[in-house]
């Protein structure tokens, strides 16, 4: 198994294996996302209503996945995703502790519960890629690439999946960073592009990765 490619963020710069894909000027990450996502030209609306997790791992995702033409060379349920974070969906969990708190102003958002799980990021990016396979938000101190080997490996070990995204998103007030990785069979990421670089799939590379991004 390679690493195909990998896209990470860290504001104000997106990158896809390494080369910068979008790069502005310092400011307030929320409104780096949104300008990002005007950016790529995506016509997605349920972009707006998502928290600041999802539209990170939801862009990252996009650039990612961009021309790889996935679902067309690996059935839907073959592909699954592995995501560590930190915070878990803390951010969302503490806008929603604030509308139920006081009960003579009590009034809690359906729009804002519904991200009050962290696997809802790999459930947006699943429905936008029709992506069916097994996913999991692990929650992780900090980016583990030996965590993330020993998941993945064991995935494929058991022919769970044939393809696999994983890496790290990060969000929690101002502190927004990601990493993701597209891992599949050599032959199969040639069959869409030659790789500029067989990168292949292990810890050490695995760590290398993250600390480029």
């Known amino acids: 198994m390679i690493i195909s490619r990998y896209c990470s963020f860290k504001p104000p710069v997106l990158l896809l294996n390494g080369s910068i894909v979008i790069k502005q000027e310092a400011g307030d990450p929320a409104d780096f996302l949104k300008s990002a996502y ?4 995506i016509q997605y609306p349920k972009f707006f209503k998502m928290d600041n997790l999802c539209k990170l791992a939801f862009l990252s995702a ?12 690996y059935p839907s349920e073959d592909i699954g995703m592995i995501i560590l974070n930190a915070s878990s969906s803390l951010e969302t969990d503490e806008k929603h ?4 708190s ?3 102003n009590y ?5 804002v519960f519904v991200y009050t799980l962290p696997n809802i990021m ?3 990016i699943a429905i936008r890629h029709k992506i069916k396979g097994e996913n999991a938000v692990i929650i992780s101190e900090k980016p583990d690439a030996q965590l993330i080997f020993h998941l993945v490996d064991e995935l494929f070990s058991r022919k769970r999946v044939s393809c696999c995204i994983t890496g790290w998103v990060e969000a929690y ?4 960073t990601s990493c993701l990785m597209l891992l599949e069979n050599e032959e199969k990421a040639k069959s869409v592009t030659e790789p500029e670089e ?3 799939f292990d810890p050490s590379n695995i760590e290398r990765i993250f600390k480029e991004a």
């Open 97 to 100: 502790q604030e509308s139920i």
């Open 122 to 124: 790999t459930g947006e």
């Open 102 to 104: 006081d009960r003579r």
């Open 107 to 111: 009034f809690p958002s359906p729009s």
């Open 198 to 200: 067989i990168i292949i």
């Open 173 to 176: 007030n101002d502190r927004l």
């Open 62 to 73: 996009e650039i990612l996945l961009k021309d790889t033409e996935l679902t067309t060379r």
């Open 38 to 41: 005007r950016q790529l030209h």
